[in-house]
């Protein structure tokens, strides 16, 4: 069965400089690989997603991630923070089908 | 525009009541999926339905039930046997194809015993 885990439960960056969220899973297959935000009493957002097409994916406000096999690692970043990033993070696989297994996912704090 | 409506936004149950929170979506998607969110915790799957008139248990189903007689909708009920329904509750779907194109989620609905 798959899982995922996200290395950091909270990551603190300043507004302008670079933001990295890590996850690493678990997986029997090829699998496809989301990350997802939410603001506060929100639902969640769809940032991007790999499913076995180029490496490194382009999302949306500008995130990328890169899917690395070797590492089984699928690490979110942007290059400049900005105040409005500051929301929970959270890395999904899903194997076969449609079961998709969530992080516990990361709280990202922008300071000014 | 296509998307899927939970409600109502806030909830309150008094111990010892059924509740229903309702989800409705118009994108067209066969499957359809309930989450519990509990801080510090992520999403837990309580109940899924990849087609009308079947359902099938997450890992935290005790104590909810579901139904699933259309296909735009989903209801969720969080019933007496739930011991501890404070939480956030998140609805989604998704088509069902081979490869998965992830979910869309809806608003929430936050739950409070009270």
């Known amino acids: 069965a798959q899982s995922v885990t996200q290395l950091d439960s909270h990551v603190s960056v300043s507004e302008g400089t670079p933001v990295l969220l890590r996850c690493n899973y678990s997986?029997?297959?090829?699998?496809?690989l989301f990350w997802y935000v939410q603001h506060p009493n929100k639902g969640l957002q769809l940032l991007l997603k790999?499913?076995?097409?180029?490496?490194l994916v382009k999302g949306i406000n500008g995130f990328e991630a890169e899917f690395k096999k070797s590492e089984t690692s699928f690490h979110l970043t942007k290059p400049s923070a900005h105040m409005s990033d500051a929301a929970e993070y959270f890395c999904?696989?899903?194997?076969?089908?449609?079961?998709?297994?969530f992080g516990a996912g990361t709280r990202l704090t922008v300071k000014p | 525009d296509g998307g899927i409506t939970q409600s109502p936004k806030y909830l309150f149950r008094k111990e010892g009541q059924n509740v229903t929170l309702s989800c409705e979506q118009n994108?067209?998607?066969?499957?359809m999926y309930w989450y519990r969110q509990d801080p510090g915790q992520g999403l837990r799957l309580i109940y899924y339905?990849?087609?009308?008139?079947?359902?099938q248990k997450g890992d935290i189903a005790e104590g909810y039930s579901v139904s699933r007689e259309k296909k735009e909708s989903f209801p969720l009920t969080v019933t007496s046997a739930q011991k501890n329904p404070t939480a956030f509750y998140l609805c989604?779907?998704?088509?069902?194809?081979?490869?998965?194109?992830?979910?869309?989620f809806g608003s929430g609905t936050r739950l409070t015993v009270v």
């Open positions: 989604a779907s998704s088509i069902v194809t081979g490869i998965h194109y992830g979910y869309t």
């Open positions: 997986s029997s297959y090829s699998p496809s």
């Open positions: 790999y499913t076995s097409a180029a490496t």
């Open positions: 999904v696989v899903s194997d076969l089908g449609n079961d998709m297994r």
């Open positions: 994108l067209n998607h066969d499957a």
């Open positions: 339905s990849q087609i009308v008139n079947d359902f």
